[in-house]
RNA sequence: GCGGGGGUGGCGAAAUGGUAGACGCGGGGGACUUAAAAUCCCCUCCGGGCAACCGGGUGCGGGUUCGAGUCCCGCCCUUCGCACCA
């Protein structure tokens, strides 16, 4: 604890104290509020909001937070007017599910633990302008993101569609494909089922092109571009049709063109529509038996088991290359939903169509051939080397190479009708229907005569209706159409009864939005101002984590560039620069209640203040990449904020600023300045510490001069302390506008350095030299030096020299 | 299987191709103190040596270079994504 102050002496630094007083401080003197329509030079500072659990806010948490609140807090230093807000993403499966299982409803929950987040977000001293908040639950919030909902809809964004979804039989929902991980639940684990249900979908596959070109112009990080480039997973090849007598023409996508010749046989999904057609009354009882086993397969079956299953449909189709007939079978290693849900097998040249040919006995032909190899060479595995390969058994094809031949056979079978270049991409549509109770209300209302009428703008909201009884049942349909005096409704359009959807929308479309109406959030009559968005917007540096590098990232991306093309907006993709955050790991695993090891930030900021726990976990490690908690070390910054609070307690007028320590401040300056935006936190906040060691050299008693800019680079990092230092300093405005101390190159130049002295690579001694010491000075005092001279025998080859650094002599 | 991170002291970690281990924790010793705390000073990669110094050292094996933790080739381990995507 802390010395009690006696007689005047100064009184030793008590965060708890410290920390109280500050807070108050900031909310009195508005001092995070901004001012939206008159700051200048704006900078909008943008972190991921987080889900309001009931555990409260947890280390992970308040890592992510503090990084972005420190870069926040550093462009304000800097002279921007920085817009750094925060809300609440508390719709969704995550409050439900917890409400269900403790038995309080979510309209009573999550009010409950967005107060107890507050507390704790207040606690820790993030620069937030809470003035400016949203809560997704809010009826204020969702009747816009139900507007945004109409706005895809009345231009044709949206659709509804029959689909085999993914069915959670715990959660008794529907889970978009991206919330299936290795074909169970992404929530609770549970092996997923195929239920076919209509939904709503919007296209965001109409936007893969654009979606992976902007790529290139974002300031992201690399990791998270090519995750999203992965997950548009843009493909070239050719869409080829083969003839299947009366049953029609089947459609397929290849990337290999080229080795239609050796297609053998073809491969439909089991839920390829055309199989009821194809398949001949010999063949159907085993069609229809397999058919039935895939439906009921889950996604993880199908992958676990990896041998080839299949069934013969009994049909042909005319191979539109060699006009041979070719068997058309069914198998789960087709799937439905990439391409067309059909393939031309060619299992010479393609490893899984190799596997089933051989597990079947169909045949196996040769089309490329690779260095050494000619079109007798048997094939003991796919051959699916393309860069060398010649075709062979290609009629006139014969000889050219993979490349030429996939262009040119697609534009001679493009001639007979029979094939086209295509692009495909992995991006599916976007369903964004819930049959669950805690989401907003899809805003469509159906009618007998009218069909599906969208809800009225004047209508919004669509209120979400505090029932008793939300829990999901299995028949797959809303809670909500238990309630019939909320789902009735008169059409909007000819005024008879009619039905509202009871479908609630995703989460991701809740987050989808949710940086526009930030800056806007105290209008109710508009989803974003048209003014203050082109000032605000697009939002400057976000920060995050990367488990949202795929879908809350591109979803944003979609929705700002369709906002965008309604005009509503100016720019098309909505984050300039991207950064993600670490983990933050305890015992080597993710963070996690069912684990056991959550950290309680409480506790820490107790223990050692909060100024001091946020300091450490930004000195853990480097903050893109996360690390290990662990409570070693952070006595280690509390004592630095200990010396900071001595030094400047003891800091004097008198006299003149120590020239070593003013040259150290520079580089200090120079460094911290440096490594804040690039969000090296760890590396900032050591080479503080090291200009404290000089500082506090000897105990001896700095200069004023000495500490203020200290006190002002400390300030991003321990934000409550650095005010009381500020204010005991002698200033009367807060720290952070105060301004980023000046750096000084001069005052920053060392007249001596340290010479490393080589002879052949290896260290043979140092020297201290000026600064502008030439290559033959540094020589002759090296060889003057017994030690280094000892090692030069013979003649000098060669002299490498780096000016400051080094001296290398070659013998 | 494919793709991306990452392997450096007892520990967390630093290092534009240029003195490996800054900064911090932990450990050891000392000053101050009646004593303790706080503060300040010194030591702390490994081996050898009283020392000056010498040798070795960044997962493993090669290579490029005057010089490699850093670049190139081939492996091993680890971690995170994606995964029968035609």
Request: charged residues 25%.
């Amino acid at each position: 604890m802390p010395p009690a102050g006696e007689g005047g002496a100064p009184v030793g630094y008590d965060p708890a104290a410290v920390e109280e007083k500050w807070r108050a401080r900031w909310t009195e003197r508005a001092t995070n509020r901004v001012d939206l329509a008159g700051g200048e030079r704006p900078f909008y500072q943008l972190m991921m909001f987080p889900y309001p659990s009931a555990e409260g806010l947890h280390v992970g948490n308040l890592f992510a937070f503090t990084g972005s609140d420190i870069h926040a807090r550093f462009r304000r230093l800097q002279g921007h007017t920085v817009f750094q807000p925060l809300g609440y993403d508390a719709f969704g499966i995550h409050s439900e599910n917890y409400a269900i299982k403790v038995g309080l409803h979510p309209m009573r929950l999550i009010p409950r633990n967005i107060a107890n987040f507050r507390r704790q977000l207040d606690r820790a001293g993030l620069m937030v302008d809470w003035s400016q908040s949203v809560d997704t639950t809010d009826p204020s919030y969702y009747k816009w993101t139900q507007w945004v909902f109409l706005q895809l809809y009345n231009h044709g964004l949206a659709y509804k569609k029959k689909a085999a979804v993914n069915w959670c039989p715990s959660c008794k929902t529907v889970l978009a494909n991206e919330q299936v991980v290795a074909g169970a639940c992404e929530r609770c684990g549970t092996l997923v089922e195929q239920r076919l249900l209509e939904q709503w979908f919007f296209r965001i596959s109409d936007y893969a092109e654009r979606l992976l070109n902007n790529l290139s112009t974002l300031d992201w990080s690399d990791t998270t571009r090519t995750a999203q480039r992965n997950w548009i997973g843009k493909s070239e090849g050719a869409e080829l049709r083969f003839a299947a007598g009366t049953a029609g023409h089947i459609e397929v996508f290849t990337t290999r063109p080229d080795t239609v010749f050796g297609a053998t046989y073809m491969v439909l999904a089991p839920e390829h529509p055309m199989v009821d057609a194809l398949t001949t009354p010999a063949q159907r009882a085993d069609v229809e038996a397999y058919r039935l086993r895939a439906s009921k397969q889950d996604l993880v079956a199908r992958r676990v088991n990896k041998e080839k299953t299949g069934v013969f449909t009994g049909s042909h189709a005319i191979n539109p290359a060699t006009g041979q007939p070719i068997p058309v079978w069914i198998a789960d290693y087709v799937l439905m939903d990439y391409g067309t849900g059909a393939i031309m097998a060619v299992p010479g040249h393609d490893e899984r169509d190799f596997e089933f040919a051989t597990v079947f006995g169909l045949p196996i032909v040769r089309v490329v051939a690779g260095e050494g190899e000619d079109a007798a060479t048997p094939l003991a595995t796919a051959f699916v080397e393309n860069e060398k390969g010649r075709l062979v058994n290609s009629a006139s094809f014969d000889g050219q190479t993979v490349a030429d031949a996939k262009r040119a056979i697609t534009a001679w079978l493009g001639e007979q009708g029979a094939g086209k270049s295509v692009v495909n991409y992995r991006l599916h549509d976007w369903c964004i229907s819930r049959q669950r109770y805690w989401g907003p209300p899809i805003p469509i209302i159906y009618c007998d005569a009218c069909g599906a009428q969208p809800v009225p703008e004047k209508d919004l909201p669509v209120v979400l209706p505090d029932i008793e009884d939300y829990r999901p049942d299995d028949s797959g349909i809303s809670p909500l159409a238990r309630h019939a005096e909320w789902y009735h409704v008169a059409c909007p359009k000819c005024g008879k009864q009619g039905r509202r959807e009871t479908d609630v929308s995703d989460t991701f479309l809740d987050s989808g939005w949710y940086f526009l109406r930030y800056p806007s959030a105290t209008r109710g009559d508009v989803a974003f101002d048209a003014e203050i968005t082109r000032k605000w917007l697009p939002v400057n540096t976000y920060i995050g984590g990367n488990e949202h590098a795929v879908l809350h990232l591109l979803y944003s991306r979609f929705i700002t560039m369709v906002l965008h093309d309604m005009k509503h907006i100016g720019f098309e993709e909505p984050f300039t620069k991207f950064r993600a955050h670490g983990l933050i790991i305890k015992e080597g695993a993710k963070m996690s209640k069912t684990k056991g090891n959550v950290v309680n930030p409480d506790q820490f900021m107790d223990r050692w203040g909060a100024d001091a726990f946020r300091t450490y976990l930004m000195f853990l490690g480097p903050y893109e990449e996360g690390g290990d908690f662990r409570d070693a070390g952070i006595s280690g910054v509390r004592r630095f904020l200990d010396r900071l609070w001595l030094a400047t307690t003891e800091a004097t007028k008198d006299g003149a600023p120590d020239e070593g320590v003013m040259r150290k401040l520079h580089q200090t300056i120079r460094k911290v300045g440096v490594d804040i935006p690039r969000l090296s936190y760890n590396t900032a906040i050591a080479a503080l510490m090291e200009y404290m060691n000089t500082l506090r050299k000897g105990e001896r008693s700095p200069h004023h001069a000495e500490v203020e800019p200290v006190v002002q680079m400390v300030s991003p990092f321990a934000p409550h302390v650095a005010e009381e230092l500020w204010e005991q300093l002698g200033h009367s405005k807060s720290v952070f506008d105060s301004g980023w101390p000046s750096f000084d190159e001069s005052l920053a130049r060392e007249d001596s350095v340290q010479l490393a002295v080589q002879v052949n690579g290896k260290l043979r001694g140092t020297l201290t030299v000026p600064v502008g010491i030439t290559q033959d000075e540094a020589l002759a005092l090296a060889q003057a030096e017994a030690n280094i001279a000892k090692f030069v025998t013979g003649a000098i080859r060669k002299v490498i020299f780096v000016p400051g650094r080094l001296l290398n002599i070659v013998v």
